[in-house]
């Protein structure tokens, strides 16, 4: 067994009525807990930020949701107060399975920067130690699922191909925010990386 299934950030704040909520986030579940019993390993991400984490418009004065801003590695959007360590928001979504995880990885904890990858932090430079994770398990082939697809599930999938892993994403058990055409944008993206859209 060499495939894993990675869920990305199925979480209370990225589901609807949640912080940052992701329209019919939770319509994903009743199909990701599915492909887990599927899959010879599990693994979950869990966004999981501070009170004063940088991507939070809330910590920049003046600053109002969604606007950019550039952090020392690069223009970051700036999000609502989301999956604050601790609180219900960050909490895993209670219908999914979370028995089945192997491993839950978490991620954007340090202040300064913010992590949509599993794999890199966004300056793509910081590992959160997931590569070396799946390789020591000899762990090839991944299936990435989850939320949202525009940002983490893109991130992770773009760095799993960069680090040489067998990619696929399945789009239908995936949903978007959808910011100035994030959807649009991240499956061009997708598209061009070598990651498999199902
Ligand atoms: C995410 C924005 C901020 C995600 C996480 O899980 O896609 N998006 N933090
Ligand atoms: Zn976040």
Redesign the pocket.
């Known amino acids: 067994m060499t495939d894993a299934l990675i869920v990305i950030d199925i979480q209370n704040d990225f589901c609807p009525g949640g912080a940052?909520a992701v329209p019919d986030g939770d319509q994903v579940i009743g199909r990701v807990n599915a492909m887990m019993s599927e899959s010879g390993s599990v693994i979950l991400t869990q966004?999981w930020?501070p009170e004063e984490?940088l991507?939070f418009a809330s910590n920049h004065p003046g600053a109002a949701a969604y606007d950019m801003t550039e952090m020392p590695y690069g223009p970051q959007v700036l999000?609502p107060d989301?999956?604050i360590i601790g609180t219900p928001g960050a909490e895993f979504h209670p219908d999914l399975r979370t028995d089945r995880a192997d491993l839950i990885i978490r991620k954007?904890f340090q202040a300064q920067i913010?992590s949509?990858s599993a794999f890199l932090e966004n300056d793509h430079k910081t590992p959160t130690g997931l590569h070396g994770y799946l390789q020591t398990r000899g762990l090839k082939k991944l299936t990435i699922v989850g939320l949202a697809f525009d940002f983490c599930v893109l991130y992770s999938a773009l760095d799993a191909v960069t680090l040489g892993y067998e990619v696929t994403v399945i789009e239908g058990a995936c949903r978007s925010i959808d910011l100035d055409g994030s959807r649009e944008a991240a499956l061009t993206g997708l598209r061009k990386s070598g990651v498999t859209l199902a």
Do not use: A, K, P
Request: with cysteine; net charge negative; hydrophobic share 20%.
């Open positions: 940052l966004d930020h984490h991507s999000w989301h999956c954007g913010d949509y």
